[in-house]
């Protein structure tokens, strides 16, 4: 991804500060998808748009990351009732939409056209990042990852605190372009612009695809 979106001198700034540097690419990579749930990926939900190229795409990852030997984890946000009708969750006060995400409706369940399989894992967080108040950290360590493609919603919110996150947890972190989506395309560009330069690598999803399949041929 390039800073030319943003203007030459906003390029400069960064590179003179040192940012941007490309991260490492592991040998045993992980496949984050977060909160693609009807919720975030159906425009009908109080807090949803209409995300089917993401879901496609994202899609087309895990069907590389199978032979790959990647493992896929989905997240999901979903609050009991009394904590989404309560005070007990601060972040619902700013985001008042997502109190409707409550155990067991449909805006909690994954989008129906993506491809889990039985041996993927499923997170539920209650914040934005994936790694907050879970076992993901744990998880990912567990299996013996060192990078985590991220995938799913929204770029501007659950995207980039995982990927925040991961990076301070330790693991590269790769973000496929196609594999993420916003409601609007000012926030989701800008996010992109800021993983880029200071968490992560930003990605075409060929080159995702081509690092998994080069994975593949040396197992």
């Given at each position: 991804?390039?800073g030319?979106?943003?203007?030459?001198?906003?390029?400069?700034?960064?590179?003179?500060?040192?940012?941007?540097?490309?991260?490492?690419?592991?040998?045993?990579?992980?496949?984050?998808?977060?909160?693609l749930?009807?919720?975030?990926?159906?425009?009908?939900?109080?807090?949803?748009?209409?995300?089917?190229?993401?879901?496609?795409?994202?899609?087309?990852?895990?069907?590389?990351?199978r032979?790959?030997?990647?493992?896929v984890?989905?997240?999901t946000?979903?609050?009991?009732?009394?904590?989404?009708?309560?005070?007990?969750?601060t972040?619902?006060d700013?985001?008042?939409?997502?109190?409707?995400?409550?155990?067991?409706?449909?805006?909690?369940?994954?989008d129906?056209?993506?491809?889990?399989?039985?041996?993927?894992?499923?997170?539920?967080?209650?914040?934005?990042s994936?790694?907050?108040?879970?076992?993901?950290?744990?998880?990912?360590?567990?299996?013996?990852?060192?990078?985590?493609?991220?995938c799913?919603?929204?770029?501007s919110?659950?995207?980039?605190?995982?990927?925040?996150?991961?990076?301070?947890?330790?693991?590269?972190?790769?973000?496929?372009?196609e594999c993420?989506?916003?409601?609007?395309?000012?926030?989701?560009?800008?996010?992109?612009?800021?993983?880029?330069?200071?968490?992560?690598?930003?990605?075409?999803?060929k080159e995702?695809?081509?690092?998994?399949?080069?994975?593949?041929?040396?197992?």
């Amino acid at each position: 991804m390039s800073g030319a979106r943003y203007g030459r001198e906003t390029e400069r700034t960064y590179q003179r500060a040192g940012f941007g540097a490309p991260v490492r690419r592991g040998s045993r990579p992980a496949v984050l998808v977060v909160d693609l749930t009807r919720g975030f990926t159906e425009a009908g939900f109080p807090s949803g748009a209409d995300l089917t190229d993401v879901v496609g795409a994202t899609g087309e990852l895990i069907a590389a990351a199978r032979p790959a030997g990647a493992p896929v984890v989905f997240t999901t946000i979903a609050y009991t009732p009394a904590e989404a009708s309560g005070d007990a969750v601060t972040w619902l006060d700013k985001v008042p939409g997502m109190r409707s995400m409550v155990e067991g409706s449909e805006e909690v369940a994954l989008d129906r056209r993506l491809p889990r399989a039985s041996e993927d894992h499923l997170i539920v967080k209650k914040g934005a990042s994936a790694f907050f108040g879970t076992s993901l950290a744990a998880l990912l360590t567990g299996a013996g990852c060192d990078t985590v493609l991220v995938c799913g919603a929204t770029t501007s919110g659950c995207v980039r605190a995982t990927a925040v996150d991961a990076v301070q947890s330790g693991f590269s972190v790769l973000v496929p372009r196609e594999c993420v989506g916003d409601r609007a395309p000012g926030p989701h560009e800008a996010n992109l612009f800021d993983i880029q330069a200071k968490y992560g690598d930003v990605i075409g999803l060929k080159e995702a695809v081509s690092y998994l399949d080069g994975l593949r041929r040396t197992a």
